[in-house]
């Protein structure tokens, strides 16, 4: 019974190790939201980041972004659109993000991969233009990743 209780609490900690690694937002726009997340390249099976010709290090970070907007009956559905955006590091080291577009079905999301070290506090500055729309959608977060 006690080394039940232990194993399920070292599984939770663990899992709760595994989240704090990721981070996940979104702002709002009013008429579209841009939603985003970063984690460790790590984090992605070997098949599926082969499939999405994804590399994975322990160096190697990946920021996913998609654009949503809410249609007549209340849905959330993704836009197409255009991302751009940089990572800079603590000591201000800016990294442009070549961002490549991928549709699954109905999901459309951007994705790029940038190089860290364990710890360093990187902060994105985003901008997402959803089609047919005149302006960029700016978006600004700070996330710190450490290797697995």
Do not use: C
Not at 27 to 44: A, C, I, M, N, R
Not at 47 to 60: D, T
Not at 119 to 125: E, G, K, S, Y
């Amino acid at each position: 019974m006690i080394a039940r209780s232990i194993t399920q609490f070292l599984t939770l900690a663990f899992g709760l190790l595994i989240l704090a690694q990721a981070h996940a937002g979104e702002q709002d726009f009013g008429e579209y939201k841009v939603h985003w997340s970063v984690f460790p390249s790590t984090f992605l099976d070997p098949e599926v980041a082969r499939a999405n010709n994804l590399q994975r290090s322990r160096s190697i970070g990946i920021i996913n972004i998609s654009i949503m907007t809410e249609g007549e009956h209340g849905e959330i559905r993704p836009v197409g659109g255009q991302v751009e955006g940089q990572v800079a590091n603590d000591i201000q080291q800016v990294n442009f993000l070549a961002f490549r577009r991928i549709q699954e079905g109905d999901a459309v999301y951007f994705i790029a991969q940038y190089q860290y070290r364990t710890a360093d506090l990187m902060t994105f500055n985003i901008k997402a233009r959803p089609t047919g729309h005149n302006r960029d959608l700016p978006v600004r977060f700070s996330h710190t990743l450490f290797n697995d």
